[in-house]
Nanobody, 125 residues
Framework: QVQLTESGGGLVQAGGSLRLSCAASARTFRWYGMGWFRQAPGKKREFVAA????????YYADSVKGRFTISRDNAKNTVYLQMNSLKPEDTAVYYCAAPRGGSAVPMSENEYGYWGQGTQVTVSS
């Protein structure tokens, strides 16, 4: 069982930055791939970024590539999402997630079995 807790959301002006954190409870966290997703009002939840257990492989949605960076600190059981050059269209609830497959690094939310409660990010224009 993996429990995930996000933090770091808030209100920021367009062009600004935020860093989201996701703390995991599982001792086996270091062996899990991890992902970030987001859901804007009235829209489906969408993939944002994912990272392998070692941090050596990362994937990004085209909409955030070059602006967002996913990273992890296995010693702290924490994964991060650094968000720069934020745009109003980045406004959403952001969720971190761990896949059912443990070490897998999927981009489909259907393959993720553990989710945090979400943290709100609001970007004003």
């Amino acid at each position: 069982q993996v429990q995930l807790t996000e933090s770091g959301g808030g209100l920021v002006q367009a062009g600004g930055s935020l860093r989201l954190s996701c703390a995991a409870s599982a001792r086996t966290f270091r062996w899990y791939g991890m992902g970030w997703f987001r859901q804007a009002p009235g829209k489906k939840r969408e993939f944002v970024a994912a990272i392998s257990w070692s941090g050596g492989t990362t994937y990004y949605a085209d909409s955030v590539k070059g602006r967002f960076t996913i990273s992890r600190d296995n010693a702290k059981n924490t994964v991060y999402l650094q968000m720069n050059s934020l745009k109003p269209e980045d406004t959403a609830v952001y969720y971190c997630a761990a896949p059912r497959g443990g070490s897998a690094v999927p981009m489909s939310e259907n393959e993720y079995g553990y989710w945090g409660q979400g943290t709100q990010v609001t970007v004003s224009s």
